[in-house]
C-alpha cells in the first residue's frame, strides 16, 4: 500500500516538473527533478561567449538532403570546428557545446 507521504511527495515531484517546464524542455525539467539535486537552477553569473555561425547554403542543403547527409556534414563541421574553439587561450577560455548530435 502506498502511504500518504509517498503519495504527497509524488504530488510535489510533478509539480516542481510542472514548474520547470514552463522555462526548459520536458526532458531537462524531467532529468533535474528525477536527480533530486536543484542546485543547478541557483543563480549563477558566469562570462560566456556565444558563437553564431550562418553557414551558407545550410538551408537549402537540409530541404534536399537525406536527414543521414545532415548529420554526417554537421558531425564533419563539428569535428573541425570544436578543436578550434576549444584550444587554450590566454585569459579566454573559449567552449562551445552543440546540440542534436
Known sequence: MVSKQRVAEQVEELGRVRRLKRFLAPQLAELIV???DERILESHRREIVVV???L???TAFT???E???VLDFLREYHGA???LVSQPRTGCPVHLLFRGT
Open 34 to 36: 528525477s536527480q533530486g
Open 52 to 54: 553564431f555561425c550562418d
Open 56 to 58: 551558407r547554403g545550410y
Open 63 to 65: 530541404e534536399t538532403a
Open 67 to 69: 536527414p543521414e547527409e
Open 81 to 83: 570546428l570544436g578543436p
